[in-house]
């Protein structure tokens, strides 16, 4: 039973940083691609960042400069680096983890249950 655990979120004024993490637990031999969404009330869950298992990266126009994902295999753990926040950035965050290989199986995608961020003054 792999769980991906999201940590980090709260309230920021605008122009702070934020970082959130991802922890997926169990006994997991790999993961193939880690990403971040984000989901405000009234529109559709949107992809903020993804990476790969051998880094590869892709974000979101709105987000591109300011913030900035990471992995950490050994630890099964990704990271959301989130700078100079706006409140625009208002948003439940969501990882998402596809293609995950464990010792209870192979699961084709798996999410968190998000965590709130709010940029306000």
């Known amino acids: 039973q792999v769980q991906l655990v999201e940590s980090g979120g709260g309230m920021m004024q605008p122009g702070g940083s934020l970082r959130l993490s991802c922890a997926a637990s169990?006994?997991?031999?790999?993961?193939?691609?880690m990403d971040w969404y984000r989901q405000t009330p009234g529109k559709e869950r949107e992809l903020v960042a993804g990476?790969?298992?051998?880094?590869?990266?892709n974000y979101a126009e709105y987000v591109k400069g300011r913030f900035t994902i990471s992995r950490d295999n050994a630890k099964n753990t990704v990271y959301l680096q989130m700078n100079s926040l706006k409140s625009e950035d208002t948003a439940v965050y969501y990882c998402?983890?596809?293609?995950?290989?464990?010792?209870?199986?192979?699961?084709?995608?798996?999410w968190g249950q998000g965590t709130l961020v709010t940029v306000s003054t």
């Open positions: 169990g006994s997991i031999f790999s993961i193939n691609t």
């Open positions: 998402h983890a596809r293609g995950v290989a464990s010792a209870s199986g192979w699961s084709p995608e798996l």
């Open positions: 990476i790969t298992r051998g880094g590869s990266t």
